[in-house]
């Protein structure tokens, strides 16, 4: 896998975040974020919006791996299920198109810290 036109470039915020693309192609991408003192929450784990980001980013990049890579696509719903905290070191997010349809797609995400779940998400994208 490997990226044309905005896939497996970051955004502004991507950056911000400190997101790493990893791959990206046919339907499926990998993002990674290291954790940094930035994206703790009051308990000093990673905030669950950054989590969620990481996410909706590395989805993003799988649906716009079709299509020439070409952002033709917007999360529509997405939902998530926190399964563990995170403190320190890198987490990865694969997501992946379950469906990929005229006028909507489905993903779905796993996001892992080494062998552990640490998130679990499936989304709504709208085309454009």
């Not at 009051?42 to 969620?52: C, E, I, P, Q, T």
């Not at 791996?65 to 939902?79: C, I, M, Q, R, Y």
């Not at 399964?83 to 909507?104: F, K, L, Q, Y």
Request: proline fraction near 1%.
């Amino acid at each position: 896998m490997n990226g044309a036109g905005e896939v497996g470039r970051s955004s502004a915020f991507g950056r911000l975040l400190g997101l790493r693309i990893v791959s990206c192609g046919d339907g499926e991408a990998v993002v990674l974020m290291a954790m940094h003192d930035g994206l703790r929450n009051l308990h000093g784990k990673l905030h669950g919006g950054a989590l969620f980001s990481l996410i909706d980013t590395a989805m993003g990049q799988a649906s716009h791996s079709f299509d020439d890579g070409a952002p033709g696509t917007v999360t529509l719903e997405s939902k998530i299920n926190y399964i563990r905290s995170v403190s320190e070191g890198e987490i990865r997010c694969r997501a992946w198109v379950v469906h990929n349809g005229r006028r909507t797609q489905v993903l779905e995400a796993e996001v892992l810290q080494g062998d552990k779940l640490v998130a679990k998400a499936q989304a709504t994208f709208a085309r454009l």
